[in-house]
């Protein structure tokens, strides 16, 4: 939210005082039911990849569709043009061409990505993406002490 990300809906920028008073809160990009119907796993939607900040009034329009089906109706109801749209999308870290495709697996890809390198930035610190691909999905038992810990983002 530092970044500038705004409301779909609102293009108000979200931030301290603006989370309370438009109720918002972590909403799917890709909703469960359109999800589940396209044979995705739990494990890929529900990760925070597939997460955004958004109103509640904008999660109220995406509903269970298709993002190329409710970004049409978003754009409709925000009254901006095209570019406008597509930079309110991007300012939640995506490609907004992977929605209007409904392209779940690119749209995935290229979010963690840009996802990782946000993290970089904060930690000004490379992570090694051969060592996140290897360690995702392994279960950390928190009763054995170990040295390392596994992140999981996908």
Known sequence: MDDGTKDWLSATKIDFSTYFSESIDIHHIFPVAWCVKNGISKDDYNCIVN???????TNHIVGGEAPSRYLVRLQK????????????????????????TDDFENFFSD??????????????????????????GVYIDEDVEEESYAFNIG
């Not at 997460?51 to 009034?57: I, Q």
């Not at 979010?111 to 995702?136: F, G, H, N, S, T």
Request: aromatic share 6%; no cysteine.
């Open 51 to 57: 997460k955004t900040p958004l109103s509640g009034r």
């Open 111 to 136: 979010r963690k990505e840009k996802i990782l390198q946000r993290i970089e930035k904060a930690m000004d610190k490379p992570i090694p993406r051969d060592a996140v691909q290897a360690e995702e």
């Open 77 to 100: 109801h925000a009254g901006v043009n095209d570019e406008e749209f597509q930079d309110i999308l991007r300012s939640h870290v995506l490609s907004p061409e992977f929605l209007y």
